[in-house]
């Protein structure tokens, strides 16, 4: 398919999925190298003894939650969520409060601070053992009393597949979707290890944040675009939609 140049997914394969969907509604061929690999924590469950609220910064979160505790959605607790995806990924696993801060970690934590009563009891976050920003920090400073449960760990890929390297090597990766910085810094290693460092200059890099773009400044990009909001419609319109005959 080297002739029709294809978006690539960097996501873990529980997210990739959505976004592979949307991008072929655009008229897109897809290619996924999950660059993450998400492994759930096994130990006992964490304890949700007077906290008023659960706080996600990923869909991970929410099924990592649901691994180690499967009656927490139906507890009555409401769960605040950072976008949209993982709003879905907590009204799928069937809590029934579900708030989205639609951005990123800062708007997650004036969204809690703003809606909930201190004094009510703690906010629980759930997350993996790499986090983005400061939700503890930021809900410690509102006054409230922030507890972490670690569930999962996002385990970095080793090496980019035999798949992804020969279309990179042929020329049949147009747009690489990265969004994280820690995927970002993974993939520029995974390319300068495989030497194909110069060949992102055929590849326009779509990132969804400044913080990915800057992390992923490495490589010698022919393109790069940034998403106008931390979210997964935002990334999709900086992509725009297919060219013709691509």
Known sequence: MAARRRVLITRPAEDAGPLAD?????????????????RMREGPAPDLTGVQALAFTSANGVRAL????????????????????????????????????????????????????????????????????????RLEA?????????????????????????????????????LSPRTAVGFVTLMQEAHLAARAVEICLVALSAAVAEAAAPLPWGEVRVAAAPRQDALLEALGRAPEGN
């Open 66 to 137: 649901v691994h180690a505790a499967p009656q927490a959605p139906g507890a009555g607790r409401p769960a605040f969520a950072v976008g949209p995806a993982t709003a879905e990924a907590a009204k799928k696993a069937g809590f029934a409060d579900v708030v989205s801060a639609d951005g990123d970690v800062d708007a997650l934590g004036r969204l809690i601070a703003g809606r909930l009563d201190a004094e009510a009891g703690a906010v629980l976050h759930v997350a993996g053992s790499h986090r983005a920003g400061d939700l503890m920090g």
């Open 22 to 38: 949307a991008l072929q509604a655009r008229g897109f061929a897809v290619l996924i190298e999950p660059l993450l690999h998400i």
């Open 142 to 178: 509102a006054g409230f009393r922030a507890r972490l449960a670690v569930l999962y760990d996002a385990v970095a890929s080793e090496g980019l597949t035999p798949e992804v390297r020969a279309a990179i090597e042929a020329s049949g990766v147009g747009w690489v979707l990265i």
